[in-house]
T-cell receptor, first 117, second 111 residues
Framework: GAVVSQHPSRVICKSGTSVKIECRSLDFQATTMFWYRQFPKQSLMLMATSNEGSKATYEQGVEKDKFLINHASLTLSTLTVTSAHPEDSSFYIC?????????????FGPGTRLTVT | ELKVEQNPLFLSMQEGKNYTIYCNYSTTSDRLYWYRQDPGKSLESLFV?????AVKQEGRLMASLDTKARLSTLHITAAVHDLSATYFC???????????FGKGTKLTVNP
């Protein structure tokens, strides 16, 4: 099946700094990628939809100025957490669908665990 | 807006036993997803159910979809310890590709 990678897998940063997380589709092109956040022992919550070549669309309650999304190519989307605070500590997961395959499978990256101290 | 409810949220079962996890969703949906998540890991795709009456099986897991009842089930047959994980069902929001997840069912299989 198709593979989605994320980098880094873990990051620890200080409060007030910014962190960039990359999401790559390795063997397919993705015009749309999704960013989710998962707090401990909770489910996944969609944060935003990343669209190649256009602005991301954010879910209600997600601050677009804090979570900057850039989808610069058909295989790469980045999420930048700006001015991170401890409450941003979470597991961030991206996903993408291989539209070229004609299927509905959504492939998830391995996730990035962010800890803000 | 789609809402997805799973039950039970916690399930402790003995090896060799059978059980079913239920996933109810609130609005019409043409497909339903099941995922597995191990502690500290991301999601592993188990099944994509695309039509009413769809049934898929992989090993000891079998998933079905009843779009009229807005219900999907994940049936576990003769559970083994390796099946211990959290299982999520998810449906697409409003015909889009955005997925709405249930709260997950944490399954523990005891020897």
């Amino acid at each position: 099946g198709a593979v989605v990678s994320q980098h880094p897998s873990r990051v620890i940063c200080k409060s007030g700094t910014s962190v960039k997380i990359e999401c790559r589709s390795l063997d397919f092109q993705a015009t749309t990628m999704f960013w989710y956040r998962q707090f401990p022992k909770q489910s996944l919550m969609l944060m935003a939809t990343s669209n190649e070549g256009s602005k991301a669309t954010y879910e209600q309650g997600v601050e677009k100025d804090k979570f900057l999304i850039n989808h610069a190519s058909l295989t790469l989307s980045t999420l930048t957490v700006t001015s991170a605070h401890p409450e941003d500590s979470s597991f961030y997961i991206c996903s993408a669908r291989d539209g070229g395959s004609g299927g509905y499978e959504q492939y998830f990256g391995p996730g990035t665990r962010l800890t803000v101290t | 807006e789609l809402k997805v409810e799973q039950n039970p949220l916690f399930l402790s079962m003995q090896e060799g036993k059978n059980y079913t996890i239920y996933c109810n969703y609130s609005t019409t949906s043409d497909r339903l997803y099941w995922y597995r998540q191990d502690p500290g890991k991301s999601l592993e795709s188990l099944f994509v159910l695309l039509s009413n009456g769809a049934v898929k099986q992989e090993g000891r897991l079998m998933a079905s979809l009843d779009t009229k009842a807005r219900l999907s089930t994940l049936h576990i047959t003769a559970a083994v310890h390796d099946l211990s994980a959290t299982y999520f069902c998810a449906g697409p929001q409003g015909g889009s590709e955005k997925l709405v997840f249930g709260k997950g069912t944490k399954l523990t299989v005891n020897p």
